[in-house]
């Protein structure tokens, strides 16, 4: 089993920059952020795969979120700029020791973080 535990969550002002984290007991072959608003399901924020150092985002935050990995300390990253309210949310850290499936599909992570709440105000 791969544990996961987010932080870093918090209440930003619009414009505002922020930056999660994510320890695992072990870094895995793809790693993601997730986030989901009540009411709706869990949504593909970014994902890296360590190996190849490749990363992909979701169209709505690409240029603005970045995913990085510390192997040596086991953390994930996800640096977030010029937030907008929109992005308030609860983000989850997820893993998988594979890499089937699309990255935005949330069923293909068997293991996830309890989640960071994060608020932009406008």
């Known amino acids: 089993q791969v544990q996961l535990v987010e932080s870093g969550g918090g209440t930003v002002q619009a414009g505002g920059s922020l930056t999660l984290s994510c320890t695992a007991s072990?870094?895995?072959?793809?790693m993601a952020w997730f986030r989901q608003v009540p009411g709706k399901g869990r949504e593909g924020v970014a994902v890296?795969?360590?190996?190849?150092?490749?990363?992909y985002y979701d169209d709505s935050v690409d240029g603005l979120f970045f995913i990085s990995q510390d192997n040596a300390q086991k953390i994930v990253y996800l640096q977030m700029a010029k937030l907008r309210p929109g992005d308030t949310a609860m983000y989850y850290c997820?893993?998988?020791?594979?890499?089937?499936?699309?990255?935005?599909?949330?069923?293909?992570?068997?293991?996830w973080g309890q989640g960071t709440q994060v608020t932009v105000s406008s």
């Open positions: 997820a893993a998988s020791t594979g890499d089937g499936g699309h990255w935005k599909s949330a069923n293909f992570y068997p293991y």
């Open positions: 072990e870094i895995t072959a793809r």
């Open positions: 890296i795969y360590p190996a190849f150092g490749k990363t």
